[in-house]
């Protein structure tokens, strides 16, 4: 039995919002893993500073409030 006319439409809007939804999925992974390893990269930044603080007796800030603000977005305490 052939489809009616408000049953392809249906179905044509549905593929389509399945597939910006798995694009959205998509971009946010991706978004997600540069923000990890973005993350990652102020904390080694932060460990090298800690370590040249110690050495050269000063006391320089290791962490940007962008850094710091984000980092207790992903891991609250």
């Given at each position: ?30 978004y997600?893993?540069?923000?990890a390893?973005?993350?990652?990269l ?17 006391d320089?800030s ?16």
């Open positions: 039995m052939p489809l009616t006319a408000y049953q392809t439409q249906y179905k044509r809007r549905m593929k389509r919002a399945i597939r910006l939804r798995a694009l959205a999925d998509k971009k946010a992974r991706r997600a893993q540069l923000l390893d973005a993350l990652t102020g904390s080694s930044a932060a460990a090298q500073m800690n370590a040249l603080n110690q050495l050269y007796n000063v320089v290791t962490k940007t409030i962008l850094v710091h603000d984000l980092q207790q977005l992903v891991t609250p305490a």
